[in-house]
């Protein structure tokens, strides 16, 4: 089946840094992808849409100028926490719809943790 | 709008028993309907899809589940609990724009 990789699977930063995360679809195209974040112990909640060469849309209450998102090519969508704080310590998960967009296809996530 | 409710936060078998994990959803078309499996700090694995197609839906590991339109729900089935099932489990629905809604999330606990 199709697969979405991402990466760091986890990442340690300070406080006030910024942080990457990669999200790339390794055998198909996806002109959209969706970044969500789950707290500890909660169901995962969608962040924002990523659309190939164009802006992101982002759900009500989610910075965009806190979470960058860049979709430059049709197999790669990046998630930029900007001056990470430790409220922002998380997992995010990336996934991408099928070509048939009859199911999604997840990353493996990535574990923020902000010190 | 479009929702999904996990009716149980936790479920707890013993191993070897039936599990139920349960589903509802609220939709004003015909929804796509899926399970996935979560183990701790990992990503999400697909565990069965509905998409309009048979109301009961087989997938890995011994799961089903059945779409049930009348009661808007699309319950988890398993005849028998292994150890390694305990894990969290999501109930989700694909909107319009193809992505996911997700319920609250069943943490399935096995007693041996």
């Known amino acids: 089946g199709a697969v979405v990789s991402q990466h760091p699977s986890w990442v340690i930063c300070k406080s006030g840094t910024s942080v990457k995360i990669e999200c790339r679809s390794l055998d198909f195209q996806a002109t959209t992808m969706f970044w969500y974040r789950q707290f500890p112990k909660q169901s995962l909640m969608l962040m924002a849409t990523s659309n190939e060469g164009s802006k992101a849309t982002y759900e009500q209450g989610v910075e965009k100028d806190k979470f960058l998102i860049n979709h430059a090519s049709l197999t790669l969508s990046t998630l930029t926490v900007t001056s990470a704080h430790p409220e922002d310590s998380s997992f995010y998960i990336c996934?991408?719809?099928?070509?048939?967009?009859?199911?999604?296809?997840f990353g493996q996530g990535t574990r923020l943790t902000v010190v | 709008a479009q929702s999904v409710t996990q009716l149980d936060s936790h479920v707890s078998v013993s191993e070897g028993t039936p599990v139920l994990l349960r589903c509802n959803y609220s939709s004003s078309y015909s929804p796509s309907l899926f399970w996935y499996v979560q183990h701790p700090n990992k990503g999400l694995q697909l565990l069965l899809k509905y998409t309009s197609a048979a109301t009961l839906v087989k997938g890995i590991n011994g799961f089903e589940a059945e779409f049930k339109k009348s009661e808007t729900s699309f319950h988890l089935t398993k005849p028998s609990a292994h150890m390694s099932d305990a894990a969290e489990y999501f109930c989700?629905?694909?909107?319009?724009?193809?992505?996911?809604?997700f319920g609250s999330g069943t943490r399935l606990l096995v007693r041996p």
């Open positions: 996934s991408a719809p099928s070509g048939s967009l009859t199911e999604a296809f």
């Open positions: 989700a629905l694909m909107d319009s724009s193809y992505k996911l809604i």
